[in-house]
């Protein structure tokens, strides 16, 4: 067993305990029980592990009347995160869904995957997720951050665009020098997301207006902040449409104008990501073989923009900016254990300062997927969604915890004794999450808890007589963030 690693899982330990103001000792219990716990179905089964010596009251009184510090958390996160591990992040938001919660605040129609792939609305609260990722070829990610986000126009973007800034500003603080990259998928509006973080953004008018529809955390510190500091060491990578339609830059006017009345052109010809006719030989190129995908082919064109309309965010502007960036077009030979279909070409679009970087654009959005597993993990092994918690500042603090506990597990990958089941495979390479977890039992004893034993005490007097409680109000799920 390694000291240093053991050293570091405990520094995390007695840091995630300081984050936790008030109730402290039964949310931290309640971090172990998580842990410990074979299956987790119902919050008050946790209260039985025996890591968990407080009553099963005491488990909805954190999560209810606890306090968490979430920017100390962001910031212990941080710091945990692997130092080997390039500084890629993926960003991506997850449903809860609450659709029979009449008496729970703040529900909105969120987007929600089916079984069979069927698709559909259902209400509840989404949160978003920023992950930092390792390029190899495991289910590893380590948790950076998690917010609720809103429906309706680009309120989801601004929250990753406030993340963002406030990830950067964490990392350059801490003397994390070089570039950062995000990734996205198909969901987020490319053009917020760039003009936020490399062009001219302000904080009246219309932003102001969308940003008022955000959480109140999140509104303050997208709204406070203009700038992002040492911007030009972020990077964002998006994933666009096989038939997305793009622009170069027009020719240059000659001097007066040659005669011609009327405004100069604003778009140049146009970038088909359907019609091979309309690329032009690529400014980047890049070829090499991978173990997993076969052969894999990157082009990337540079200096092409969106055509942005008048509409929504931008509503409000004299004229609509031109943001110019990078289209990046990733072709592999076949998918990783000979899975069909036959994989079709997938299209980015970078945005920085410079050129990309071709290799880290492909291998990264690829282990962008990473985020998926670890989402499915928080609610199929920890219980993220299988909690019927009222409000959403409980659920709040439910998703903190469970990111304590998921980095208590990364932290002791390289610690735990692969506790296989009878009739389980034996792995020779490194342990997953939830192989990992089922070893915390053991290691645990070796960490200790800094949480203090519970004390004695007697039981509260209970509702005075005669006194009835009113039904709670109803809230009915919203359609769109106002």
């Known amino acids: 067993m390694s000291s240093s690693e053991m050293a570091r899982l405990r520094e995390f330990q007695a840091g995630w ?6 109730r402290g000792n039964a949310l931290f219990e309640l971090t172990d029980a998580v842990l410990c716990a074979p299956t987790i179905t119902s919050l008050p089964y946790l209260s039985l592990e025996p890591v968990f010596r407080r009553s099963w009251g005491s488990l909805y009184d954190g999560l209810a009347a606890g306090s968490i510090d979430a ?159 040492g911007n030009d060491n972020v990077e964002v990578l998006v994933r666009i449409r096989n038939d997305r339609l793009l622009y170069r830059d027009p020719p240059s006017r000659p001097a007066g ?19 091979p006719a309309t690329w032009g030989e690529p400014d980047q190129q890049l070829s090499v073989h991978d173990e997993h995908y076969g052969q894999v082919t990157v082009q990337a064109w540079h200096g092409l923009h969106p055509k942005i309309d008048k509409k929504d965010y931008f509503a409000d502007r004299a004229e609509a900016p031109i943001l110019s960036g990078t289209v990046i077009r990733v072709q592999v030979e076949r998918l990783p254990g000979g899975r069909k279909p036959t994989p079709k070409p997938m299209w980015l679009f970078w945005s920085g300062h410079g050129n990309p970087d071709l290799d880290r654009c492909w291998r990264s959005y690829l282990r962008q997927f990473e985020i998926e597993h670890y989402l499915k993990f928080l609610k199929k092994v920890l219980g993220w969604t299988s909690m019927a918690l009222r409000h959403p500042e409980q659920t709040e603090r439910w998703s903190w915890t469970l990111l304590a506990a998921y980095t208590h597990i990364l932290l002791a990958r390289r610690l735990a004794q692969d506790q296989r089941y009878p009739w389980g495979r034996h792995h020779h390479r490194r342990l997953s999450p939830g192989r990992v977890r089922r070893d915390f039992p053991r290691l645990l004893i070796t960490l200790g808890p800094p949480a203090t034993p519970p004390k004695p005490s007697k039981a509260g007097p209970g509702r005075p007589k005669g006194r009835t409680s009113t039904p709670a109000p109803r809230h009915p799920a919203l359609k769109k963030a106002s």
Not at 17 to 22: G, I, P, Q, S, V
Not at 203 to 222: I, T
Not at 257 to 275: E, I, K, L, T, V
Request: some cysteine.
């Open 17 to 22: 305990h300081d984050c936790l103001t008030r």
């Open 71 to 229: 920017g100390r958390v962001r910031e212990l996160l941080m710091r945990s995160g692997p130092a080997d591990w390039p500084l890629t992040f993926a960003v991506d938001a997850s449903t809860h869904p609450r659709p029979y919660a009449e008496t729970s605040p703040g529900r909105e129609w969120h987007h929600l995957s089916g079984p069979g792939g069927v698709e559909g609305g259902v209400p509840g609260w989404a949160w978003q997720h920023v992950t930092q990722l390792n390029l190899d070829h495991n289910s590893w990610v380590a948790p950076m951050d998690v917010t609720r986000v809103a429906t309706g126009g680009p309120a989801q973007t601004l929250a990753a665009v406030c993340q963002i800034r406030a990830l950067a500003d964490r990392l350059r603080t801490a003397g994390r020098a070089g570039r950062k990259l995000f990734v996205h998928d198909a969901g987020y509006d490319l053009a917020v997301l760039v003009y936020e973080l490399h062009g001219e953004a302000d904080v009246s008018g219309e932003h102001a207006r969308w940003c008022a529809g955000l959480p109140v955390d999140v509104h303050h510190a997208l709204c406070g902040v203009h700038t992002v500091s």
């Open 257 to 275: 104008n040659g005669g011609r009345p009327g405004r100069p052109r604003r778009h140049g010809n146009q970038f088909s990501c359907a019609r």
